[in-house]
């Protein structure tokens, strides 16, 4: 069964050809990061924008490269929640017209399962790989969530944990911010962390029950710590602080703050996989997917948690942010689930925001 999906729910405007839900036939991806690079984060209404402009191409591209015409795909799928309503509106509108047009069923599909399915798709460069076995436990971590998700089998989800209020990816991307690193903040901390020392500073872990996270917290333990090490006092704005920082410091911020943060999750993946002794597999999904000391802590965590026995699994790094082979990935599986097409005609952005 081939797929062509559409992703357009932040900043990346995406279309891919996704085959059986593994096999990527085409896949494009088209960022508007050096856009919001000039203002330090997304504004909706640009994002929107730069959506219209790109979505056709990028669709005429994505059949192009994968050297079909419309009449030789199967459906239609399409990120419809949750995500920014301008630029979730500009996909779903052009999905909605394509399945009308071109009289194919619609699958409309949420951002979080793609990212989990985004550990599905074959490596792009060929060859065989291993997929995650259930039942699984989904460590989703982007911009916008932070859960953890028990699945028994493909297309079912149980959310055991979630954040209290900021997600991991946005606080990589405030804590960016307060070292004056560049958007997004992320791959930067990443970055800096290199030449950075993870014990400088000593960062709290936070108090909270069960498998729910708190991140607000850790954000402003490092402007604390950052005010103080600089001599200013907590009224100092944020904005303020790079000025006063030195180039290894700031490193040794990021690195503190990125050991400090992984350490969080995998403390709660630790607890989540004592509490369900059946789990074969441990998927890692979302942007923060892409951080190389997540990665090796998951590794490490694992092989102390269940002496190998659960496989550890993150998507390629090219399909850790968001793009549209996930979407085509997690839409197969609907459908082998026995989901059942969206009426293009009344598909909304808007009812379901968690993930089901
Ligand atoms: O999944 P994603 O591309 O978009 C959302 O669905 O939110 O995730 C974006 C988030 C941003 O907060 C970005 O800073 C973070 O993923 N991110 C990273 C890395 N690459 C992207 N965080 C930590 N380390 C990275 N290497
Ligand atoms: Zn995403």
Redesign the pocket.
Same mark, same amino acid.
């Given at each position: 069964m081939k797929i062509l999906a559409i992703e357009s729910?932040?900043d990346?405007t995406a279309a891919a050809v996704v085959e059986d839900g593994g096999r990527i036939l085409s896949n494009v991806v088209v960022s508007q990061v050096d856009i919001f690079a000039a203002y330090g984060g997304v504004i909706p209404e640009v994002a929107a924008r730069s959506h219209l402009e790109a979505i056709l191409p990028v669709i005429h591209k994505a059949l192009d490269d994968a050297r079909l015409t419309k009449d030789e795909i199967d459906a239609i799928a399409v990120t419809h929640t949750p995500g920014l309503l301008g630029s979730l509106l500009i996909g779903t509108l052009t999905a909605r017209t394509l399945a009308i047009l071109w009289k194919k069923p619609l699958y409309a599909v949420h #951002?979080l399962k793609s #990212?989990i399915y985004a550990n599905w798709l074959l490596p792009a460069q060929g060859g065989m790989a291993s997929v995650p076995q259930f039942p699984l436990l989904a460590l989703v971590?982007?911009?916008? #969530?932070t859960q953890i998700i028990y699945m028994p089998g493909h297309n079912q989800f149980e959310i055991i944990g979630t954040t209290r209020d900021d997600?991991v990816?946005?606080c990589?991307?405030k804590v960016?911010k307060i070292l004056g690193l560049p958007y997004?903040?992320?791959?930067s901390?990443?970055k800096m962390a290199l030449q950075g020392d993870v014990k400088k500073y000593k960062l709290p872990h936070p108090q909270v029950d069960g498998l729910d996270f708190s991140f607000s917290g850790l954000k402003t333990a490092v402007l604390r710590a950052v005010q103080a090490e600089c001599g200013l006092s907590i009224t100092t704005p944020s904005y303020e602080l790079k000025e006063y920082l030195s180039e290894q410091q700031k490193a040794d911020f990021a690195a503190s703050f990125?050991d400090t943060a992984c350490d969080i999750l995998m403390e709660k993946v630790k607890m989540a996989l004592r509490g369900h002794q059946d789990v074969k597999s441990l998927v890692i999904a979302?942007?923060?997917s892409?951080?190389?000391v997540?990665r090796q802590k998951a590794v490490e965590s694992l092989l102390e948690a269940s002496d190998g026995k659960i496989e550890v699994y993150f998507p390629e790094l090219c399909f850790?942010?968001?793009n549209a082979a996930m979407v085509g990935a997690a839409a197969y599986f609907e459908v082998a689930s026995g989901v059942k097409p969206t009426n293009p005609y009344t598909l909304s952005i808007a009812p379901r925001t968690a993930i089901g």
């Open positions: 729910s932040c990346e #951002h #990212h971590v982007s911009g916008g #969530h997600a990816g946005e990589f991307d960016a997004p903040g992320g791959p901390i990443a990125q979302g942007g923060v892409a951080n190389a997540l850790a942010g968001d």
